[in-house]
């Protein structure tokens, strides 16, 4: 087996978007005629991966081998043409083209006057259906096809343009049962067929099910790479998620008081369904799961920035009035959003103005802000936050991420919310900032206040929540305590696993 | 296999149904003015709204293949006059020119202008209605201040230049065969070459079109290169026809050209309708303002017609992409 050539080595390659380093040093071959799994957790570097063999970026050092030559690509056309087709998670065609002419893009047949030759065109399409085993009208327009039927014509491209590596990111994350075993047949007979495979997928059944090889990654590096015969499961959720659990997080146990929230059978067509539980005040719970598990969209419901269809929520025992943040505010919940630059903070305004916004209206004096009671206001709590800022009038967009994200909580703090929704409270933040707004949460906490965190760094939701309830593709996946959260049970059950006896 | 409610088919055929709608309406108009009135049916009056369509309809070709690509020109009217007084400027200090240069100066004085507007769209990252709206101003102010106030006369034009708009070609004007030429000529390669497929996919998803290896810089710059040629071009025939060019002239135009568009079936979102459509809605447009003032009816009408058919195209297009982006968020679900 390893006399083989690879296909397509990818060497020691690393990418880095500003300070973010999203891929360090990962290596891996593909060879002719085998699956090769992609894992890792939410944020490991995959999508970077992909989108280097897709052309999109261009590693900033390593190196792409294909067949034995080094490859650079300036731009997704040079990768087609090397042979790559890469089928992304979100489909990538053109709804007011026919299927035929989605596939055809950029080699169609063309006649001797360089017209492009339709009837070769749709001949050619309908034979890819044919040898893929589906039924599609090739002159149909791309729009309204399903989920899966576009994938079957992003395959047919990938085929007609004869890709030898076809890379598949997370193709069966909106495909139902049947859906799923006909793409299966598909990657079957093109693997018999000697393709080179990279398939990505959060669910390790169809890894077992379908893959030779797997590789691992974690944190943007490389863990390991293997046959999938020679792993179990456990072993690669293991080693996904197997880092230290540092001291970091340290929430203070709170005897828990009256239920703050309770939000029951909330449903919005598409997105979430059925989605119940309840927080209580000197709470933290959080929401984990994978990015798109529909978190983030369930806490913008609750607050009354999305719609939802049924269900009910509750706050302080009455029903909240639903799609109104305005209600929500006032009725004492908070909210910090996920991207503190677009909907958490007004970048050009000073910290001081941007600390008192939610509350401009009470500090107003016959309607105009005065200078005095807005700077005191904004002093107490960047104090009490220890936000580190030169002068209080300074543009926000002055700061760093971890100070800018205490002046979007000094924010909302101000308001003296009875529920604090803070979604991914720490993303991009430095390692002692983090620490530091993870203290004070616990200290919110401790001094009876409710808090709901979305959060996707596993660690976090285990330091700090006292009770972690896993979404899974739009439902509650499980409610797990304090005591019953593990890195193991929490990612078995956000990526649908039965919990194993360990 | 598609559990979709949208019936995909249904809105294919509805797009190649809104050419058939305007011939139909066409007929229809037609009809009902000329038994009202038999003269609007005689050869002056086709001859009339048929040049009157030619200098439309050059223009209406080059923006459908711009709105195609998700994107507008609206300094087609600018151009125009820019071109116009150029081509005049110079037929009227060197009469001895023959023809086919004007029309090559004018093609090249809106080329460059086309270009300017792909650039600043493609490589400033700002979106056309910007850029175009601003350009708009800076030709137009540009042609003024060169025109100073002067204008330039039908006496001062050399006679061949000013009877290219009266002569003929077996029977056919040379304006409309000028105007079928390029209507005919655009729609082919936006329907069987790869670049106008290309132009297409474009407009329907711009970010798979980037991941397709689509040369999208080179085909933008060429789609707005085009667009300002055939309004330099529509300059000349403009300043041929009605002899007296100012620095004013073909202002407001871009309104029209635009509604041609639309009413003809481009989608305002880009992606799909055609150019042969864009050339029967630059028809429509004309047949209906001399069919009001033939049927006597106030010129106001006319203008609120013109906006009914717009808003009528638009809302059929917003129909459409409301349902889809509700099936596309049915779609999306795995719940």
Request: glycine content about 10%.
């Amino acid at each position: 087996m390893t006399a083989t050539q690879a296909v397509l080595d990818v060497l020691d390659v690393s990418k880095s978007f500003g300070a973010v380093a999203a891929v360090q040093g990962v290596s891996f071959p593909l060879y002719a005629g085998e699956v090769h799994a992609l894992v890792g957790e939410n944020g490991a570097g995959k999508s970077t991966i992909v989108k280097m063999l897709a052309g999109v970026h261009r590693p900033d050092t390593g190196q792409l081998v294909v067949t034995g030559a080094p490859v650079d690509f300036a731009g997704p056309g040079d990768a087609k043409a090397a042979g790559i087709a890469v089928i992304y998670q979100e489909p990538t065609l053109f709804p007011d083209l026919s299927v035929a002419e989605n596939i055809a893009m950029g080699n169609q047949p063309l006649t001797r006057l360089r017209q492009i030759d339709r009837k070769a065109m749709h001949a050619a399409a309908a034979k890819l259906f044919q040898r893929l085993g589906v039924q599609l009208d090739p002159t149909r327009p791309a729009r309204g096809l399903s989920i899966a039927d576009q994938q079957i014509v992003e395959i047919a491209k990938a085929l007609s343009s004869e890709a030898r590596i076809l890379v598949m990111d997370e193709p069966t994350a909106a495909l139902s049962g049947v859906e799923v075993e006909r793409l299966f047949a598909v990657v079957r007979s093109l693997r018999e067929e000697g393709a080179a495979i990279l398939f990505i997928s959060h669910r390790f059944e169809e890894i077992t099910r379908l893959c030779q090889r797997v590789t691992i990654m974690r944190d943007g590096k490389h863990v390991c790479t293997d046959l999938v015969a020679d792993l179990t499961v456990d072993d690669m959720i293991r080693r996904m998620v197997g880092r230290d659990l540092s001291a970091l997080f340290p929430k203070q146990d709170v005897p828990a008081g009256d239920v703050v929230l309770e939000v029951e059978g909330l449903s919005r067509e598409g997105v979430f369904k059925d989605v119940s539980f309840s927080v209580r005040a000197g709470e933290i719970v959080a929401l984990a799961g994978l990015v798109g598990a529909g978190r983030s969209e369930v806490m913008q419901a609750v607050f009354g920035v999305d719609p939802y269809d049924s269900g009910s929520v509750r706050f302080l025992g009455r029903r909240l009035k639903a799609g109104s943040p305005r209600a929500a505010m006032a009725a004492g919940m908070a909210l910090v959003p996920e991207d503190r630059r677009q909907q958490g903070l007004v970048m050009e305004l000073s910290i001081e103005r941007n600390v008192t916004l939610p509350r401009s209206r009470k500090l107003a004096r016959l309607g105009l802000l005065l200078g005095t009671a807005e700077r005191d206001e904004a002093y107490t709590w960047t104090r009490k936050l220890q936000t580190k800022l030169g002068r209080l009038t300074d543009p926000v967009g002055t700061l760093s991420g971890g100070n800018q994200q205490k002046v979007v909580l000094a924010k909302w703090l101000s308001t003296a919310p009875k529920l604090l929704i803070v979604d991914e409270p720490t993303r991009g933040i430095d390692v002692g900032t983090k620490a530091e707004v993870h203290r004070l949460m616990s200290q919110l906490a401790a001094d009876g206040m409710a808090v709901v965190m979305v959060s996707s760094e596993l660690p976090e939701v285990l330091g700090m929540a006292d009770r972690v309830v896993v979404l899974r593709e739009g439902h509650v996946a499980a409610e797990l305590t304090r005591a019953e959260a593990t890195e193991e049970s929490v990612m078995y059950a956000a990526m649908g696993q039965q919990v194993a006896a360990s | 296999m598609t559990t979709m409610t949208v019936k995909a088919p249904a809105i294919g055929s509805f797009f190649k149904a809104r050419e058939l709608g305007i011939v139909l309406a066409l007929v229809a108009l037609v009809g009902y003015t000329a038994i009202g009135n038999p003269r609007f049916l005689s050869g002056q009056s086709i001859r009339d709204i048929l040049l009157n369509t030619a200098i439309l309809a050059v223009m209406a070709a080059g923006q459908a293949v711009v709105v195609i690509t998700r994107n507008i020109d609206l300094s087609v009217g600018s151009v125009l006059g820019l071109s116009a007084f150029a081509v005049a400027t110079m037929m009227s200090a060197n009469p001895d020119l023959p023809m086919i240069v004007a029309l090559l100066a004018g093609l090249a004085v809106g080329a460059v202008c086309g270009l300017l507007n792909g650039v600043l769209v493609r490589y400033g990252r700002v979106p056309a209605l910007v850029v175009t709206l601003g350009t708009l101003y800076i030709y137009r102010g540009l042609a003024y201040s060169w025109a100073g106030g002067s204008q330039v006369n039908a006496d001062e034009l050399p006679r061949h230049f000013l009877s290219f708009a009266n002569d003929s070609l077996l029977g056919i004007p040379w304006l409309v065969l000028i105007a079928i030429v390029v209507v005919g000529g655009v729609s082919l390669m936006m329907r069987n070459y790869r670049v106008g497929r290309e132009l297409y996919a474009m407009g329907s998803s711009p970010p798979a079109a980037e991941l397709a290896g689509i040369k999208v810089a080179r085909n933008l710059l060429g789609a707005f290169l085009l667009s300002g040629a055939l309004a330099g071009l529509a300059g000349v025939l403009f300043a041929a026809r009605f002899g007296t060019v100012d620095a004013a002239a073909g202002t407001g135009y871009e309104l029209n050209v635009v509604a041609a568009v639309v009413v003809g079936g481009v989608a305002v979102f880009g992606g799909s309708g055609s150019v042969w459509g864009a050339g029967l809605g630059a028809l429509l447009l004309t047949v209906i303002g001399s069919a009001l003032a033939v049927l006597d009816i106030n010129q106001f009408w006319q203008q609120a017609i013109v906006g009914a058919l717009i808003v009528l195209a638009i809302g059929a297009d917003r129909l459409v992409a409301v349902r889809l982006a509700r099936s596309l968020r049915k779609r999306d679900s795995h719940v």
